[in-house]
């Protein structure tokens, strides 16, 4: 029946079409006045409305140009939107008590453990840095300062004796 339908409505739409001339030819036997052509014919607006119109059916709907398109069903398309929450809520029924209550226990765990690790670090840090401080750079300073007094002990020994009692090189032909 709707198939009928249709096809009435395209003989109807073929026949409208065949018999009423266009804009084109419309346009085509109004050269003649060139005087006025801002002026838009009433007819031609009327003709191109009744046109434009265009019937649709439950099943199909039909295009001027004579194409069917094909109706989507709405219904399909209406998603419910959820939340996150409501999501995570609605996969509470999905698992059982116990294995609810042991992911929770692990989790805990692993957060607990995660905390105390970075606690512990933090502190560890602290006192490796501030033991290297107290202990090992009075060590590095004390070992820079004889480097410091040696060096000057050399060029002391150089300007008294010469270039080769700061070398220490004494040869046995000089005697």
Same mark, same amino acid.
């Given at each position: 029946m709707d198939e009928e339908i249709i096809e009435e409505v395209l003989s109807s739409a073929l026949d409208n079409l065949e018999?009423?001339?266009?804009?084109?030819?419309?346009?085509?036997?109004?050269?003649?006045?060139?005087?006025?052509?801002?002026?838009?014919?009433?007819? +031609?607006?009327a003709m191109i409305q009744q046109q434009s119109i265009v019937p649709t059916t439950s099943s199909s709907?039909?295009?001027s140009s004579i194409e069917?398109?094909?109706? /989507?069903?709405?219904?399909?398309?209406?998603?419910e939107d959820e939340t996150t929450l409501e999501r995570i809520i609605a996969l509470?029924?999905?698992f059982p008590e116990t294995i609810r209550n042991t992911l929770g226990t692990i989790n805990s765990t692993l957060l607990n453990t995660s905390?105390?690790?970075?606690?512990?670090?933090?502190?560890a840090a602290w006192w490796? /840095?501030?033991?290297m401080c107290v202990l090992v750079f009075?060590? +590095?300073?004390?070992?820079?300062?004889l480097q410091i007094a040696e060096q000057i002990s050399h060029e002391q020994r150089s300007i008294l004796l010469g270039p080769q009692a700061a070398t220490g090189a004494l040869s046995g032909s000089a005697f």
């Open positions: 018999s009423s001339p266009n804009s084109e030819m419309m346009l085509m036997n109004d050269d003649d006045d060139d005087d006025n052509d801002e002026a838009i014919d009433p007819d +031609l607006i709907v039909v295009v069917e398109i094909p109706a /989507t069903d709405d219904d399909d398309d209406f998603i509470k029924e999905m905390k105390l690790a970075y606690d512990k670090g933090r502190s490796i /840095t501030s033991s009075p060590i +590095l300073i004390q070992k820079e300062l």
